[in-house]
């Protein structure tokens, strides 16, 4: 497939300056004293976009994912490297970038059309379209400066993505909009990938991520350090946000080696994981999957009575830990998870030495798929003791085909309505909704 779009070699520089007045100087002596610092927001960055895929691009506050976005579409010039791209760019990147506070939605809407190269009869015959998309009534009459922070982003998406764009790029735009208004853009999103069009989404929600790209990228510090399927390059995302926490908390612990050991249930299986993280205060030992008659499980029918149980030992002094399981299908979309927590467990203080056992029952009432089981062990603000990735791995089936990720378990009802019968109540109803005539009403 040929690519849509081409980042080579690209880096960012920026001056910082302690005071406004060094500029200055630094101009004056053209540049024999300088006064300055150099911040790399960008270094080396280069990747290929192959058409009509969707990738997500990740990373933490100041990684550089915005920078480069802005460069993708030519809004800021690099320091070094080039963007090459094909076809028209369409991107919704800071709130109402691109708006002229003083014009109204509609004027907006024709100059950010020109910008794109559309005519203003093509734009006339997009607009019935972008107004029912941004449903911001009659405010698109009125200047934007009078907006709130969410009609701006549901005008602004109603024009990138009604506008049928080659490529179409998204920094974290729907994270201003309300639930419906997500919905509409994740549903238009995958209308423009079942047209062949090209998506970079950029998200903080691994979850959308999960669901709607088939590629990822990660930034961190301004360079590309994980590019590829969406659950590994999120896994290693998850490593860097943890790795930031235990930064700032600067925790200065003992060695987890000096630990009374606690020993592993025999009856459970090996321990194996796709991905683990965590501070090392406590360590899973153990996990396993069984039936209503403690047989371990690989294969599961819809419905049937499961138990999840998972061992750990504690390598240092916590208070109210929490442990819980989280369930993803194939595609690492979160089917369901819990906690000690959320089923109000508390477990106090718990030393250095001691184990837990936690044992969490459900039925099994998921969608025919391949599923993996998640086990964490973490405090109550979030830090994470133990976190172990793709712990268990089992399959659901079902004699009744199911569509989704969940079986509800419907059952259906009929009876047949002769034509009789149908027209009669069509009569009644008409007849209940004619009003008394000389009544008045208020």
């Not at 998309?133 to 400066?145: R, Y």
């Not at 998406?157 to 920094?171: M, Y």
């Not at 235990?246 to 796709?274: K, N, Q």
Request: hydrophobic content about 40%; glycine content about 8%.
């Amino acid at each position: 497939m040929s690519p849509a779009l081409r980042v080579e070699g690209v880096s960012k520089v920026y001056r910082i300056y302690d005071r406004p007045n060094d500029r200055l100087r630094e101009m004056l002596t053209r540049g024999r004293w300088k006064r300055h610092r150099e911040f790399w927001a960008l270094k080396d960055i280069g990747f290929e976009i192959e058409a009509g895929t969707t990738t997500g691009i990740v990373g933490p506050n100041g990684s550089g994912k915005s920078t480069l976005l802005q460069i993708m579409t030519g809004t800021l010039d690099p320091t070094h490297g080039n963007v090459w791209h094909e076809g028209r760019i369409a991107a919704l990147l800071e709130l109402g970038a691109g708006f002229n506070s003083e014009f109204t939605g509609i004027e907006n809407i024709f100059m950010n059309a020109t910008l794109m190269g559309f005519s203003r009869s093509e734009t006339q015959a997009h607009l019935p379209e972008i107004e029912r998309f941004a449903e911001i009534g009659p405010f698109i009459h009125q200047t934007v400066k009078t907006y709130s922070s969410g009609m701006y982003v549901r005008l602004a998406f109603a024009i990138a993505a009604s506008v049928e764009p080659d490529i179409l790029i998204v920094d974290e735009a729907l994270a201003v909009g309300d639930a419906v208004f997500q919905h509409r853009c994740l549903r238009r999103i995958k209308e423009l990938q079942e047209h062949g069009r090209t998506v970079l989404f950029v998200s903080h929600d691994a979850a959308a991520v999960r669901a709607l790209c088939t590629r990822a990228i990660l930034l961190n510090a301004g360079r590309v350090i994980a590019d590829g399927k969406p659950t590994d390059v999120l896994n290693r995302y998850q490593k860097v946000i943890m790795e930031r926490e235990e930064a700032y908390d600067a925790e200065t612990s003992a060695s987890t080696s000096s630990a009374d050991p606690v020993p592993s249930d025999e009856s459970l299986a090996p321990l194996s994981y796709t991905y683990r993280h965590g501070d090392g205060s406590a360590e899973i030992v153990g996990a396993e999957l069984t039936d209503a008659a403690h047989r371990r499980v690989e294969i599961s029918e819809t419905g049937e009575p499961l138990t999840a149980r998972v061992i750990a030992r504690f390598h240092r002094d916590v208070n109210e830990p929490v442990v819980g399981f989280l369930i993803r299908n194939r595609h690492g979309i979160h089917a369901y998870g819990t906690n000690t927590k959320e089923q109000q467990i508390e477990f106090g203080p718990v030393r250095r030495g001691e184990g837990l056992e936690v044992s969490f029952a459900f039925n099994c009432w998921l969608g025919v798929d391949h599923y993996s089981i998640s086990f964490a062990i973490h405090g109550r603000d979030g830090q994470a003791y133990d976190w172990l990735d793709g712990a268990l791995f089992f399959n659901v089936t079902s004699m009744t085909r199911t569509e989704g990720v969940a079986n509800l378990d419907a059952t259906a009802t009929a009876r047949r309505r002769p034509p009789n019968l149908l027209a009669a109540e069509q009569r009644e109803e008409r007849a209940l909704n004619i009003k008394p005539e000389g009544v008045a009403h208020g």
